[in-house]
């Protein structure tokens, strides 16, 4: 049976040419969800100016301060859950191989540090559902 071969026009295949229509179809709506993104951070960062210029109290400033500590905290805290995550999904895919079935020791050992990470992961999760109230709270106050 002969292999059938693609259809070629013009020196091009018409797979290339339903490909590169597909792209060009979809660039519009990254361009438009882009265009989206921007429009929001930019709404959102003069709603922030004009808060910083109306709050000229000392408290509201010493509240202001507090609040951007907690979001950094809170920034810094979803980073250690994404690492948390994927060291997790990484011990996981050990635990299901083979080669670390065929030594208990080894497979002893994964499987602790698989618990331990576990343990770890759901410490991380607490604090950041403690964090994200404390942060709620402040922007309430704040806004208030």
């Given at each position: 049976m002969?292999?059938?071969?693609?259809?070629?026009?013009?020196?091009?295949?018409?797979?290339?040419?339903?490909?590169?229509?597909?792209?060009?179809?979809?660039?519009?709506?990254?361009?438009?969800?882009?265009?989206?993104?921007?429009?929001?951070?930019?709404?959102?960062?003069?709603?922030a100016?004009?808060?910083?210029?109306?709050?000229?109290?000392?408290?509201?400033?010493?509240?202001?301060?507090?609040?951007?500590?907690?979001?950094?905290?809170?920034?810094?805290?979803?980073?250690?859950i994404?690492k948390?995550?994927?060291?997790?999904?990484r011990?996981?895919?050990?635990l299901?191989?083979?080669?670390?079935?065929?030594?208990?020791?080894?497979?002893?050992?994964?499987?602790?540090?698989?618990?331990?990470?576990?343990?770890?992961?759901?410490?991380?999760?607490?604090?950041?559902?403690?964090l994200?109230?404390?942060?709620?709270?402040?922007?309430?106050?704040?806004?208030?």
């Amino acid at each position: 049976m002969a292999a059938r071969k693609p259809e070629v026009e013009n020196g091009k295949s018409k797979v290339e040419d339903n490909q590169k229509s597909e792209i060009r179809d979809q660039k519009p709506e990254i361009k438009e969800a882009s265009t989206n993104l921007y429009a929001i951070t930019k709404n959102k960062q003069q709603a922030a100016n004009s808060n910083s210029q109306t709050t000229t109290s000392p408290i509201n400033r010493e509240l202001q301060k507090e609040l951007q500590k907690q979001q950094r905290k809170l920034v810094n805290l979803e980073e250690d859950i994404n690492k948390a995550v994927q060291e997790k999904l990484r011990l996981e895919e050990a635990l299901g191989l083979p080669v670390n079935y065929a030594d208990k020791n080894k497979f002893v050992a994964v499987e602790n540090d698989f618990k331990k990470s576990m343990q770890y992961l759901e410490s991380l999760n607490k604090q950041y559902e403690q964090l994200f109230e404390k942060v709620m709270e402040l922007e309430t106050q704040f806004a208030g």
